[in-house]
Nanobody, 122 residues
């Protein structure tokens, strides 16, 4: 059974940085894509970034392009989200998700982590 565990959230001032981690287990992930999503209080969940495990191709939401970077560590079976130049608008619960597909990376995920809170103060 695929399990995803996020970590690395916290409180940071505007302009600061955080790195989120998503530790994956329960399968071989070479044929998976892993995405990061976020949900702010009172808002719908939105796509942030995704990566194809094999080959490392990435895609980002326009709102985070140039500020966030998604990457993966094959040995640790972990996906990271490096977040720089954070603003209060980035405040949300961040979730990682996985699916056995390389297509349509902005949705259709089958497995979800429990989420980690990111709060950016002004």
């Amino acid at each position: 059974q695929v399990q995803l565990v996020e970590s690395g959230g916290g409180l940071v001032q505007a302009g600061g940085s955080l790195r989120l981690s998503c530790a994956a287990s329960g399968d071989t992930f070479s044929s998976y894509s892993v995405g990061w999503f976020r949900q702010a209080l009172g808002k719908e969940r939105e796509f942030v970034a995704a990566i194809r495990w094999s080959g490392g191709g990435t895609t980002y939401a326009d709102s985070v392009k140039g500020r966030f970077t998604i990457s993966r560590d094959n040995a640790k079976i972990t996906v990271y989200l490096q977040m720089n130049s954070l603003t209060p608008d980035d405040t949300a619960v961040y979730y990682c998700a996985a699916k056995r597909s390389y297509y349509a990376l902005q949705g259709g995920y089958d497995y979800w982590g429990q989420g980690t809170q990111v709060t950016v103060s002004s």
